[in-house]
């Protein structure tokens, strides 16, 4: 089944300045055994923070990457374009999240639950929001492989505005902000295309 690897990295001031030094290593990363597709864009909460999101045919696909025998150049192509180390989480979402990806921005959304004896009345009440809101992009969720008490849910929108719209004064949101810790944040993404 495939998955998608969500990584967010502090950008550098080179990347922040010129985005396509990074094509080197999207390339090499879309030669990789296991590749379906992937997008980057730099966070609109801080203009710092790379989103780079890889679909691979199967989580063993990105957890062997390293020992592939060029791994090496792959860490040598992505030095230039980074100021830290990544933090990633894998989602195998319920349904393609390509229409949240391709969106003009995408929001992503994790809620850590506050009790996991609630996480079927969670995961109902983060898809039955989904399925409220009006014009929105391909919403897709599904339970993080690193920690079972966090769920990934991404949304595409129009604006960042539209979605605050949509929210705010929402009493289902109000109640999934009682019910779990949640990481929203958002992200134009461009969608790479190996020629």
């Not at 109640?175 to 461009?190: G, I």
């Amino acid at each position: 089944m495939p998955i998608v690897e969500v990584a967010t990295i502090p950008a550098s001031q080179a990347y922040i300045d010129n985005p396509d030094i990074f094509k080197p290593t999207l390339d090499w990363i879309a030669k990789a055994p296991g590749f379906i597709k992937q997008w980057t864009g730099l966070r609109v909460e801080d203009g710092k923070t790379v989103y780079h999101v890889i679909e691979w045919e199967t989580y063993e696909h990105h957890k062997n990457l390293p020992s592939h025998p060029n791994f090496q150049e792959l860490i040598d192509l992505s030095k230039p374009c980074f100021s830290g180390a990544p933090k990633i989480f894998h989602v195998p979402f319920e349904k393609p999240a390509d229409g949240a990806f391709d969106a003009p921005v995408t929001e992503f959304c994790f809620a850590t639950l506050k009790n996991p004896e609630q996480k079927s009345g969670v995961t109902d009440l983060m898809n039955s929001l989904t399925e409220g809101f009006e014009k929105v992009y391909g919403p897709a969720l599904g339970t993080t492989r690193e920690d079972p008490n966090t769920i990934g849910l991404v949304i595409g929108w129009d604006t960042v505005q539209d979605h605050v719209d949509a929210v705010t004064g929402h009493e289902g949101v109000a109640k999934l902000a009682s019910l779990a810790e949640l990481e929203v944040l958002h992200a134009p993404l461009k969608k790479h295309v190996t020629a």
